[in-house]
């Protein structure tokens, strides 16, 4: 069953679809080895992974679509990319979508972000600002009609929330700007809304008032349990920074402790031993293939 395929029948099963990060195909085999039943390629991991920098919008689609496409091949689950805003206006939109839909993911998602987009709470960076919503669902149809397969989803994300600090976001009640641009997104045809809550009685409201599929996420910002997301009816859940921060955490502890012994049987615990590695690198797999075609 082709990827996209397999995400719609996961959504119309009702089946909660859990998608978490990777920055790349050996982190991504980890989040399938683990039982989860998808995998999100998110702009934050992979330009912290593949650059050593922040979510400053510093990665090219040319990037971006080089780990997407070994994170499909290496997994047989869903894939789910951040598309940003686009790479551009909607004539990027379009060309982007075949380009990420050819990489052999099931679905993006794109922001209504202005260029460069960036990750809405990093400190000491000043606030995105958006495109108008007329704009943004210009994006939306060129997406829609630029895929070739209808399963493919586009999935539509708005960042008011992104815009101003958070102060200002709940005295000038802001979120009801996103519940109007959200429920835009879809009649433009996006397939589900992504919504930010960073609280349980946010994620309900949103939940109420925008009458769409909807895609959740967690993390530092948002720090809720995957059932919270089920209750609301939320038909994918992301965990976007969990694989990437627990293996800095692992690697962080690990390093330091080797420097302080100095000797790598000291460690021994805090790695993985080669048979473990050489099953999740599907070693024994190639031995077959060396053999069958006489490989020398």
């Known amino acids: 069953m082709k990827a996209t395929a397999m995400l719609r029948n996961m959504i119309d099963k009702r089946q909660t679809v859990v998608a978490i990060g990777a920055h790349d195909a050996f982190s991504a085999i980890l989040v399938e080895r683990a039982g989860f039943n998808a995998v999100y390629v998110g702009s934050y991991i992979t330009e912290a992974s593949f650059l050593g920098k922040p979510d400053l919008g510093l990665m090219t689609k040319t990037e971006r679509l080089m780990i997407v496409r070994n994170i ?5 689950i869903p894939v789910i990319a951040d598309m940003e805003e686009g790479y551009g206006n909607a004539i990027s939109v379009m060309d982007a979508v075949r380009d990420f839909e050819a990489s052999g993911i099931a679905g993006v998602h794109i922001d209504d972000e202005g260029l460069p987009s960036k990750c ?3 400190p000491e960076i000043p606030r995105n600002r958006l495109i108008s919503t007329e704009e943004m669902c210009g994006k939306i149809r060129a997406a829609v009609e630029a ?3 209808s399963d493919f989803m586009i999935i539509a994300r708005s960042d008011v929330i992104g815009t ?3 102060e200002q976001y709940y005295s000038e009640n802001m979120i009801e700007e996103v519940i109007r641009r959200s429920n835009a997104y879809r009649a433009a045809g996006a ?3 992504f919504i930010m809550a960073v609280t349980v009685k946010e994620l309900r409201y949103l939940a109420e008032k925008i009458d769409a599929p909807l895609v959740g996420i967690f993390a530092t910002v948002e720090p809720m349990a995957i059932a919270e997301f089920e209750k609301v009816g939320c038909k994918i859940v992301i965990g976007s920074l969990c694989s990437l921060y627990m293996s800095a955490r692992g690697m962080i ?3 330091k402790a080797l420097k ?4 790598w049987n000291a460690v021994q615990d805090k790695m993985v031993n080669d048979t473990e590695f050489f099953d999740i690198i599907k070693l024994k797999e190639y031995g077959g293939l060396y053999r ?3 490989i020398t």
């Open 292 to 294: 069958k075609f006489n």
């Open 253 to 255: 502890d690990g390093l």
């Open 147 to 149: 895929r070739e397969d």
């Open 72 to 76: 499909a091949k290496s997994v047989e």
């Open 120 to 122: 809405p709470f990093l």
């Open 260 to 263: 302080e012994t100095g000797d």
């Open 191 to 193: 397939d589900a809304i």
């Open 164 to 166: 101003v600090p958070l």
